[in-house]
Each structure stands twice: as structure tokens, then as C-alpha cells.
């Protein structure tokens, strides 16, 4: 059990400071003086400050993924909830502060970035694109593969580009806009 709380120590101090400082900024002694944990706890349970990003990178993904799907989950299937998952980026966005996506900042930060911790990076994006796609379908079952593909990818990165812009500009407006598109390009549908 005392175990088990201390691998969660330090899973909740390295992701936050992660998230705040940045990957490179953050120390392992400053983790372990954040978790309240020895050095050797920290390497019982990671074997590298990697082991550790992938770690968090994997917590962050499902947690993120599981809120997200709360959210959408009381929306109906098709236009609503594909609307309804930029409303939560936004919300996201908003009550983080504009601070950015957790996974974009880390790919950015690190472009020799592990196998693993990347795999985590694709999972996520691929969780997203596969619910649009799902979400396509309903409105429009008979959707011809090459352009739902297309239609997918293109509101995968309009998703992506407006959380990335809302960062820079600490700003609603990217994603209130493409709110805006999204909706006019789901009414052509």
C-alpha cells in the first residue's frame, strides 16, 4: 500500500511540474522533494526520468480521455457531440489556463522524444480522430471512405490547430471560431 502511494507521489508531483515548468526545467530532486520520496523510490518505480515522462504521458492520456468521454457521453451521437468536443476543448482550455495540451507541449519540448512516450502522444490524437470518424458516420452513414477520411483528418487538425493558437494567444477565440467553422462545415453534411 505504502508503495503504491509513493509511485502515485510521484506520478502527481512529476506531472505537475511537467505541466507547469516543462519536461527539461523539471529535476529528478525536484521531484522527489515534490513527491516527499527517496531517490531509490523513484528508481524502484521508474527506472529513468523517461520511464517517468512515459509514465505520466499514459496517465495524463486516459485521465484526459476519461473526462472528455463524461462529457460528450451526455450529448446526442453525431452533430451534437462532435460540436460538443470542441465545447470541452475549449472548456479545457479555459480552465487550464490556456497553459496548452499537455501532449503537444511534451512533442514540442522533446522532438527526439522515446518510442514509448510518442506512442503515447499518437494514441491520443489517434482516441480523437477515431471518435470524429465515429461521429461522421452517424451523420452521414454512407459517407464514401476517402472523404471521411479527409473530412476526419481536417477536423482533427482544425480541433488541434485552435487549441494550439488558443495557447498562444491565451485566448477562447481560436476555438470559438473554429466552433463556428466545424458547425458550418457539419450543416454541408
Known amino acids: 500500500m505504502k508503495e503504491n502511494g509513493a509511485k502515485e507521489r510521484i506520478l ?3 506531472g505537475e511540474l511537467f505541466y507547469e515548468q516543462g519536461y527539461l526545467a523539471t529535476g529528478i530532486n525536484q521531484i ?10 523513484l528508481y524502484q518505480h521508474f527506472p529513468s526520468k523517461d520511464a517517468l515522462l ?7 492520456r486516459l485521465h484526459n480521455h476519461e473526462l472528455r468521454t463524461q462529457f460528450l457521453n451526455k450529448l446526442a451521437p453525431g ?4 460540436m460538443g468536443l470542441y465545447e470541452y476543448r475549449l472548456q479545457h482550455m479555459q480552465s487550464n ?3 496548452g495540451c499537455a501532449f503537444i507541449r511534451i512533442a514540442y519540448e522533446l522532438p527526439g522524444l ?3 512516450a510518442m506512442a503515447q502522444i499518437r494514441t491520443h490524437s489517434q ?14 452513414k454512407n459517407f464514401p471512405e476517402n472523404e471521411l477520411e479527409e473530412m476526419a483528418d481536417m ?9 494550439l493558437q488558443g495557447y498562444i494567444l491565451k485566448s477562447p477565440k481560436p476555438m470559438e471560431d473554429t466552433k463556428k467553422v466545424v458547425a458550418r462545415l457539419l450543416d454541408t453534411l
Request: proline share 0%; aromatic share 8%.
Open 12 to 14: 502527481n508531483a512529476a
Open 32 to 41: 522527489i522533494e515534490e513527491a516527499g520520496i527517496a531517490k531509490a523510490s
Open 54 to 60: 512515459t509514465a505520466y504521458l499514459h496517465r495524463t
Open 79 to 82: 452533430k451534437d457531440k462532435l
Open 97 to 99: 489556463h490556456f497553459k
Open 114 to 116: 522515446s518510442d514509448e
Open 127 to 140: 482516441t480523437i480522430r477515431t471518435f470524429i470518424t465515429e461521429q461522421l458516420l452517424v451523420i452521414r
Open 155 to 163: 477536423l482533427l487538425n482544425l480541433y488541434e490547430g485552435a487549441g
